[in-house]
């Protein structure tokens, strides 16, 4: 039979496992809240801890805590910070009261170890106490946000590099393919001459613009509410603490933490979060027409994606484009993450946002989908290849190519040669117009260099 503790709270009494960190308060949830069957994202375990860090610091330098209770409540962080302890924090993502059973989880972890390093029992609150001591002069309502906002500015730092390297990859592509020619497409039907590289450019140029958003939306979460305690105006905390702790978190955190001016809103409002899951939003739509793209070229053999696995069970030697499948079917729970965000972020009441997991939830695996995604894309993009023979196939075939040479012969003159090309029944439109208006001018026209010209050079006009 399993060892347990009794622990009390305003309900009255419970049996919680002797081994377990957390106390009575986490022993609730988990009996409340069986719904997603997933923890919360532990990265905002971590930045949790390390808000209780800079709060017991701050208590500890104010004299509202002893030497011996804070030197252990901020060890006991730190070993949450790094990693420790994660299977302590079983609480539901999706658990109702604005994030205080995530708080009350941290807390009784962070008491109960630090009751252990103190060489007592857990349980033994008298030592060190979840809310007279690990809670001293918070709320749910300032140290869920903060925690919040930073765990999103350590992610979208990460993000950040990895976009910068998936726009590397597209970049190195745009290079190796500059001289390839090809034929353009648009609604899904030929259009006008491009060359490969220039495509790539463009899924270059869409990542850049991501990584500028991304780098960006970092001051969107900077301002911060913690000394707001329950709705912003710092009830129970002493001005000096609310002043302190925010410097004492932004040394901690290395990030440029501020306090909002109005804290009340700070609190109540969640728009900065809606704000960063729209750019992130705007990434996912860019990854999600980069891979269909990429799976359009590949079915039209101008490309060749790398071959990452069998395709199919019944089909001998099928193989699909599983990455970027992958790739769209993450961008579509990105973007469906997103509606959850603006929902939960409008659906806040007067001083305090009730549904901040749901949000926390969504933002957090967005920002962890996409760097996953991107990570994948890396190697995936280095490994693709160009066709370069089935490209010119395309091109020297496509009617759309007489286009080139309307500033050269006219619209007219340009009409009358297809229609020729066409009574005539050939195959080859190139070689076609070689034969009609000579070999210098067909290859000047359709050289890479030409095409991908900025408009043509008006020589009337030295323009």
């Known amino acids: 039979m399993t ?15 002797a081994e377990a960190y957390y106390g009575i308060h986490t022993a609730r949830a988990l009996e409340n809240f069986k ?6 994202n532990f990265s905002l375990i971590k930045t949790i801890a390390l808000v209780k860090k800079a709060a017991a610091q701050t208590n500890h330098e104010l004299k509202y805590l002893t030497d011996e209770k804070a030197q252990a409540i ?19 993502a999706l658990a109702g009261g604005a994030g205080t059973s995530v708080n009350m989880n941290v807390n009784e972890v962070i008491a109960n170890r630090a009751i252990e390093l103190l060489g007592r029992q857990k349980g033994e609150y008298a030592v060190v106490d979840p809310f007279k001591d690990v809670n001293l002069h918070q709320s749910t309502n300032d140290v869920y946000p903060t925690a919040l906002k930073i765990a999103c500015i350590y992610a979208l730092r990460t993000l950040s590099i990895k976009i910068t ?9 745009e290079k190796e393919f500059a001289s390839i020619v090809k034929i353009g497409r648009t609604e899904m039907q030929e259009a006008v001459p491009i060359t490969l590289g220039f495509e790539f450019s463009a899924f270059a140029e869409a990542v850049a613009r991501d990584r500028w958003r991304t780098f960006k939306s970092e001051e969107r979460l900077r301002v911060v509410n913690i000394g707001g305690t329950a709705v912003g105006t710092g009830i129970g905390a002493p001005k000096s603490y ?10 901690l955190s290395g ?8 804290v009340v809103d700070a609190t109540a409002n969640s728009d900065p979060f809606v704000e960063v899951s729209g750019i992130m939003k705007a990434h996912a739509v860019n990854i ?8 359009l070229l590949n079915l039209l053999g101008e490309i060749k994606l790398p071959e990452l696995q069998a395709g199919s069970s019944i089909m001998p030697g099928k193989i699909n484009p599983v990455l970027a499948e992958a ?32 949000m926390a939830e969504a933002l957090l695996e967005t920002l962890d989908l996409l760097i996953n995604i991107d990570e994948a894309l890396l190697k995936y993009i280095d490994g693709i290849t160009a066709d370069e023979a089935k490209c010119k196939e395309y091109f020297e075939k496509s009617p759309a190519l007489i286009t080139a040479f309307l500033p050269n012969i006219g619209y007219e003159a340009s009409g009358k040669l297809l229609a020729e090309f066409k009574e005539a029944k050939k195959e080859n439109l190139r070689e076609f117009l070689t034969e009609k208006l000579g070999a210098e001018l067909v290859n000047k026209v359709l050289s890479p260099y030409a095409l991908v010209a900025l408009g043509y050079r008006d020589d009337a006009n030295n323009s």
């Open 3 to 17: 060892e347990t503790r009794i622990e009390k709270d305003q309900l009255g009494e419970k049996a919680i496992p």
């Open 35 to 40: 719904i997603s069957g997933r923890p919360v």
């Open 74 to 92: 901020v060890a006991a962080a730190e070993e949450i910070i790094d990693g420790a302890l994660k299977e302590q924090f079983p609480v539901d």
């Open 165 to 173: 390297a998936l726009q590397g990859a597209f970049q190195r592509k």
């Open 242 to 251: 609310i002043f302190q702790v925010i410097e004492k978190l932004r040394a």
């Open 255 to 262: 990030l440029g933490l501020s306090r909002n001016e109005n």
């Open 288 to 295: 999600i027409k980069i891979a269909n793209d990429l799976r």
């Open 327 to 358: 790739a769209v079917q993450t961008g579509l729970k990105v973007i469906a993450n997103d509606g959850l965000v603006t929902d939960a972020a409008a659906r806040g009441t007067l001083q305090i946002n009730e549904f901040l997991p749901v």
